[in-house]
């Protein structure tokens, strides 16, 4: 009998089941899609490689030979600034990766089965019922065969497939404008030492700073490329997706340099709308995980390391209960893992409102706060000795804002 049926076998999924594979737990992994399959969010946090390592999936990732990854470099025209992860001030693993998802998220798969999972693909979830006493899901398999799984839990780690927000009316509209990312893989024949291929590169358009880039570069010579922006900044590029892809990168000098040389090697893809919220986390016996529950903006490349997060919180929580432990899935699960999420929202919402922007290029940083600021943009966001992290965030990020606009207006 399955103890616990998980949905999906990306990131979130691999490492609860690993979680609980090693507990000793029956462990079901259903996948709708064949692995590997291409998926962005291919930056990963340094909170990320301290999570894969506590759950015994790092070393199988290390040993792919993925891009180190040590911060994030920031450039917007003739104005430049890095974060290197080592400078924090957060506990933890001060490195991580940048990764071709289908290589990574099938390494993350294939641990969880060597951990004692059961890991099936190209099966789809087509209804469940969390009405009884334990969840009812059913399922349909590549050749249609229809299956019905009564397990004692259900986790949700479907990303943006959401199945169990859509099955079970759980989506909530997100309050973040609408934007839209285009995206692709080239060949970036950049010159040695242009950049920093240990950093994830995010630009910004010089004239209108709403409108940002990524440029993330992998061991093979290649890089994931993509331009975020509003669906009306959007509006004003006409044609193909490649062409418009293009136009905003010429849009953005440094960049279009940059990429003088670049060849496509995958054709250009389009995400509009991605930001997502549930009315709830958990109910009887489900949670969901990662992109399932909210996802906020790609622009601090947190999905992964929310994923992994509330896998292991959801895992620990769960391990607890099926133990006989009295637990409140709300004051154990949701709360601690919004506590995060919140974090990277203030983030966000501090980016496009240009406070964040103005803190990252300051002149004359003070060094300590630099460092707290580090340990966010590393993903460790839980710390509660951080004051940037947590329901204080965002005021604080405002005022350290208000102060750098302050300073340098005094200094120029």
């Given at each position: 009998?399955?103890?616990?049926?998980?949905i999906?076998?990306?990131?979130?999924?691999?490492?609860?089941?690993?979680?609980l594979?090693?507990?000793?737990?029956?462990?079901?992994?259903?996948?709708?899609?064949?692995?590997?399959?291409?998926?962005i969010?291919?930056?990963?946090?340094?909170?990320?490689a301290?999570?894969?390592?506590?759950?015994?999936?790092?070393?199988?990732?290390?040993?792919?030979?993925f891009?180190?990854?040590?911060?994030?470099?920031?450039?917007?025209g003739?104005?430049?600034?890095?974060?290197?992860?080592?400078?924090k001030?957060?506990?933890?693993?001060p490195?991580t990766?940048?990764?071709?998802?289908?290589?990574?998220?099938?390494?993350?798969?294939n641990?969880?089965?060597?951990?004692?999972?059961?890991?099936?693909?190209?099966v789809?979830?087509t209804?469940?019922?969390?009405?009884g006493?334990?969840?009812?899901?059913?399922?349909?398999?590549?050749d249609?065969?229809?299956?019905?799984?009564?397990?004692?839990?259900v986790?949700?780690?479907?990303?943006?497939?959401r199945?169990?927000?859509?099955l079970?009316?759980?989506?909530?509209?997100?309050?973040?404008?609408t934007?839209?990312?285009?995206?692709?893989?080239?060949?970036?024949n950049?010159?040695?030492g242009?950049?920093d291929?240990q950093?994830?590169?995010?630009?910004i358009?010089?004239?209108?700073?709403?409108?940002?880039?990524?440029?993330?570069?992998?061991?093979?010579?290649?890089?994931?490329?993509?331009?975020?922006?509003?669906k009306e900044?959007?509006?004003?590029?006409?044609?193909?997706?490649?062409?418009?892809?293009?136009?905003?990168?010429?849009?953005?000098?440094?960049?279009?340099?940059?990429?003088?040389?670049?060849l496509s090697?995958?054709?250009?893809?389009?995400?509009?709308?991605?930001?997502?919220?549930?009315?709830?986390?958990?109910?009887?016996?489900?949670?969901?995980?990662?992109?399932?529950a909210e996802?906020?903006?790609?622009?601090?490349s947190?999905?992964?390391?929310?994923a992994l997060?509330?896998?292991?919180?959801?895992?620990?929580t769960l391990?607890?209960?099926?133990?006989?432990?009295?637990?409140?899935?709300?004051?154990?699960?949701?709360?601690?893992?919004?506590?995060?999420?919140?974090?990277?929202?203030?983030f966000?919402?501090?980016?496009?409102?240009?406070?964040?922007?103005?803190?990252?290029?300051?002149?004359?940083?003070?060094?300590?706060?630099?460092?707290?600021?580090?340990?966010v943009l590393?993903?460790?966001?839980?710390?509660?000795a951080?004051?940037?992290?947590?329901?204080?965030?965002?005021?604080?990020?405002?005022?350290?804002a208000?102060?750098?606009?302050?300073?340098n207006?005094?200094?120029?």
């Amino acid at each position: 009998m399955t103890d616990v049926l998980i949905i999906g076998a990306g990131p979130s999924g691999a490492v609860a089941s690993a979680f609980l594979a090693q507990k000793g737990y029956d462990v079901l992994v259903l996948e709708r899609q064949k692995f590997p399959r291409f998926s962005i969010g291919e930056s990963l946090l340094a909170n990320s490689a301290q999570i894969l390592s506590e759950v015994g999936m790092l070393d199988a990732v290390m040993q792919k030979s993925f891009q180190f990854k040590n911060g994030a470099a920031f450039v917007c025209g003739d104005m430049y600034t890095d974060f290197n992860f080592v400078d924090k001030v957060t506990e933890g693993y001060p490195f991580t990766f940048q990764v071709p998802r289908a290589e990574f998220d099938q390494v993350l798969a294939n641990e969880a089965a060597r951990f004692g999972a059961k890991v099936r693909y190209e099966v789809e979830i087509t209804a469940v019922d969390a009405s009884g006493e334990r969840p009812v899901v059913t399922s349909k398999t590549a050749d249609g065969t229809i299956e019905v799984h009564t397990p004692r839990f259900v986790l949700d780690g479907s990303g943006f497939g959401r199945t169990l927000p859509r099955l079970l009316d759980l989506e909530k509209p997100s309050d973040f404008p609408t934007r839209g990312a285009l995206f692709c893989h080239v060949k970036d024949n950049i010159v040695s030492g242009e950049f920093d291929r240990q950093k994830i590169r995010i630009g910004i358009n010089p004239t209108d700073r709403e409108i940002w880039s990524w440029l993330i570069p992998f061991s093979n010579g290649n890089c994931s490329l993509g331009i975020v922006a509003t669906k009306e900044q959007h509006a004003k590029y006409t044609g193909t997706n490649e062409e418009r892809l293009w136009g905003l990168i010429a849009a953005e000098p440094k960049l279009k340099e940059l990429l003088v040389n670049a060849l496509s090697v995958r054709p250009v893809g389009e995400i509009v709308g991605y930001a997502a919220n549930v009315k709830t986390l958990h109910g009887p016996g489900f949670a969901l995980l990662g992109n399932a529950a909210e996802f906020l903006d790609p622009v601090f490349s947190s999905g992964v390391t929310i994923a992994l997060y509330s896998a292991k919180l959801a895992a620990q929580t769960l391990d607890r209960q099926l133990r006989g432990e009295k637990v409140n899935w709300q004051s154990d699960f949701a709360e601690p893992l919004m506590f995060g999420v919140e974090t990277f929202r203030t983030f966000v919402n501090g980016w496009y409102d240009m406070s964040l922007q103005d803190v990252i290029f300051a002149k004359n940083k003070d060094p300590k706060i630099h460092r707290m600021i580090c340990s966010v943009l590393a993903g460790y966001v839980w710390d509660p000795a951080n004051p940037y992290n947590g329901p204080q965030s965002s005021r604080r990020l405002h005022t350290l804002a208000q102060m750098c606009r302050q300073r340098n207006h005094i200094g120029e």
